[in-house]
C-alpha cells in the first residue's frame, strides 16, 4: 500500500509542476481552489501538505516553509485515489465508459482546461491510422457515391489527399461517368468512339481517365482559343468552299479549280479541272473512295470519285446534275441526296445514284444563299432577307423567319435542340426557336463583341458556334448563351467558308490561302 501511495503522490507531484510552471496561478489559503506544488523529500517517501486553515479540504500544497505546514503521513485523500483508482482498473471498457460520461458531466470549466492538457497528445494513441477519414470509415457504395457528385477540378484535388483516396478517384467509372457526360462527349459519334478505341489498353479496358482529361484541356484549348495553324498556299484567286476528312483537306477557288491538300504536310495532291466557272460550294464523305459534290457559277453540280494513296491518286467525275439556271450557291448532301439553292430563287432536291431532280421547291423571291435539311425539315436563307422552312417529305413551307435586314448568307439548325442560327450582311447572328419561327437572340458588334463585316460562314454543334467575316476573324460562340469564347486571327482578308469537328478548323479566305487551326492538345 505505502509504494502504491507513493507512486499516486509522484503523480500528484509531476501535475502539479507542469500547471505551476505553465500558469503561475497563486491563490491565498482562503481561497476556494487548491493550489498544488511539490515539496522537496526522499525518493522513498512523499509528503502532502495541506494549510493549517482548511480542515476537510483537499491537502493543498505551497511554496511556504516546511515549519508552517502540517505533514500528513497517511493522507485520506491518497489513500482514497489509490482505491478508486483500482476499481476503475477493475471495470470492463463499457463501464469505464460510462463513469467517464458521468464525471465529464460533474466537471467545471477548470476541469475541462485540465483535461484538454492532459489528453491533447493522447486523443487517437491506440486508434488506427484513418480513423478520421471520412471515406475510410463509410462502405464503398457510399464514398463511390459521393465522389460521383464532384466536378473534375474537385475529384482531382480529392485524389491528392492520401493513397486512399487517390485509389477510390481513379476508379474508371468515375472518369467514364464524366467523359460521357453531354458536356464532355464529341459532337461526332465516330471522332468519339475513335478516341476511346485509341486509349484501349490489351485487355480490352478502356483508360476513361486518360479519356477524360484529354477532353478536357481540349475543351479548355477552344474556350481559350489555343491551337497550331497551318497554312495551305497554291490556289491564286479567292478561296470559296472548303471541306476535309481524317487525311485531306478539299478547297474550292473562283478560279473553277478543286485542289485536294494533304493535311499533315500541307502538300497539294491533285487539282480537279471540270467547272469552268468558279466553284462555289462542296461536300465530301467516304473513308477509301471519297465522293465529293461540288456546285458552281456555271449552274451545274458535279459528283466526284477520289481515290488517294501513299504512292498515287486518281480522280474522275461520275456525274453532272443539270436543272438549275443560275448559280448553284449552296447544297448539303445527306446519303444520296442532295439539296441545292440557287441564284435562280430555288432549292432542288436530287437523287445522287441517278442524278433526277425529285422536286423543286420555289417560294424565295430572290436568290438562294444557304440552305441546310435533315429527314423532317428544309431550311434555307436568301438574299431577300428571309429564312424559309419547309417540310421535307411534300416541300410545303411552313414558315418564313423575317428579322434581318441584309441577305442571309448562311446558318445552322438542330431539330433536337430547336434552333436555328443564321449569319446576315447587317453582320449580325441570329438565334431562332424552329418550333415557334421567334428570334430569340441576337448577337451584334455592339452589344456582343460580334463581327464588323459581312459573315459569310457558319457552322455549329452541340455546344458551340464558328462563324467567319469579312474583318478576317473567326469566332467561337457558346450556343446556349451566344457569350463569345474566342476570336481567331490569322486570315490577311475577308473569311470566306469555314468547317470543323471537335479537333480543327479549317477556313478559307478571299487572300487565297486555306488555314487549318488544330486544338488537339
Known sequence: MRASLSKSDNALSSLTS????????????????PVISSSSSSNDEKKIHVDSQADHRVP????????????????????????????FNQLNDRQKETLLRELINSCSSSQWHLLSLLIADNWHRDCSSDCSDPLAQLPYDISFHILSLLDPVSLAQCSRVNKLWYYLCS??????????????????????????????????????KKIFIERYRLRSRWLN??????TFHGHVEGVSCVQFDSQTIISGCTDGTIKVWNMNTTDEIITLVGHSRSVRCLHVDGTNEVRLVSGSNDHSIKVWSISINQTWSKCACKLTLLGHTDTVRCLVVRDDICVSGSHDNSVKIWNLINGVCLRTLSDHTDKVLCVQFNCDYIVSGSTDKTIKIWRYSDGICLRTLSAHNGSVTCLYFDQEQDLIVSGSLDYDIRFWHLSTGECCQKIDWISKEGHRGVIRALKAD?????????????????????????????????????????YMIVSGSFDGSVKLWNFRP
Not at 63 to 82: A, C, D, G, H, R
Not at 176 to 191: E, I, V, Y
Not at 466 to 475: C, F, L, R
Request: glycine content about 4%.
Open 225 to 230: 482559343g489555343r491551337c497550331d495553324v497551318k
Open 60 to 87: 493543498l500544497v505551497t511554496n511556504e516553509t516546511n515549519n508552517q505546514q502540517i505533514v500528513y503521513e497517511k493522507s485520506v485523500f491518497s489513500s482514497e485515489l489509490v482505491k478508486v483508482v483500482e476499481w
Open 171 to 208: 476508379h474508371p467509372e468515375l472518369w467514364r461517368q464524366l467523359a460521357q457526360q453531354k458536356k464532355w462527349s464529341f459532337s461526332s459519334t465516330l471522332l468519339d468512339q475513335q478516341q476511346i478505341e485509341l486509349h484501349t489498353n490489351e485487355q480490352k479496358k478502356a483508360q476513361w
Open 462 to 502: 452541340s455546344w458551340r458556334v464558328v462563324s467567319g467575316a469579312d474583318d478576317k476573324t473567326i469566332k467561337v460562340w457558346d450556343i446556349r448563351t451566344g457569350v463569345r469564347l474566342c476570336t481567331l486571327k490569322n486570315h490577311t482578308d475577308g473569311v470566306t467558308c469555314l468547317s470543323f469537328n471537335d
Open 18 to 33: 507542469v500547471l505551476n510552471s505553465r500558469f503561475k496561478r497563486h491563490h491565498s489559503i482562503d481561497d476556494d481552489y
